[in-house]
């Protein structure tokens, strides 16, 4: 059944009865990887090396023409069709859907987690994402302060929406832990692991952000999330 997908010849399935996930423990990758833990799904993952460039070749293109991870292709889909399936956040919804786990079903509180998962994909991910590279990564060599600047700004506004939110509240919407927090709380580590920007950031004012984030972190889903795919060695 997987076989008319180019992607699995560079990447096989040990078992074709299960969700594929291809992927890397980017915030990004790590999102659908806690939401696979978290809802108990069977699948394999399979690493996608941003080091050989493996988001660029042709068997990864033809599954996700947008070269970014993660991916999944789900052999058995509605109607027991396959479904190929790109961006963490389509794929969050639709696995919350399949298994019936961390979406609510009213009508309501599902518009209000739906709206905070929005909020990371079009906001905090993006925004923490070019506040890292022009902090931590290649941008940080250019001289012109005005890039970081302006996305050191834009990363503490954020946070402080977020922070606020989280005032006396457990979780990010509704009234349990949902793919809302799967999607956000990656990137807030992300801060503490890839960027070390705790110190920039002045992230010990955020506390409810903090309090959230290790609650976050410490689920097992999540522990486990963080190394999926393993990396080799």
Known sequence: ?????????????????????YSLPTPNGIKVSAMLEETGLPYEAHLVSFATDDQHTPEFLSLNPNNKIPAIIDPNGPNGAPLPLWESGAILIYLAEKSGKLLPSDTAKRAEVLQWLMWQMGGFGPMLGQFGFFYAYGG??????????????????????????????????????????????????????????????????????????????????????????????
């Open 140 to 233: 940080k060599e250019i001289e012109d302060p005005r890039p970081l600047d302006r996305y050191k700004v834009e990363a503490k506004r954020l946070l402080s929406v977020l922070d606020q939110r989280l005032d006396g509240r457990s979780v990010v919407a509704g009234d349990a832990y949902s793919i809302a927090d799967i999607a956000i709380w990656p990137w807030v580590r992300a801060l503490f692991t890839g960027y070390k920007a705790s110190e920039v950031l002045g992230l010990e004012k955020y506390a409810n952000v903090l309090r959230w984030h290790t609650e976050c972190a410490d689920r097992p889903a999540s522990q486990a999330a963080v190394n999926i795919p393993a990396s080799p060695g």
């Open 1 to 21: 059944m997987l076989d008319q997908f180019d992607i699995t010849k560079r990447w096989p399935a040990k078992d074709a009865s299960v969700i594929q996930l």
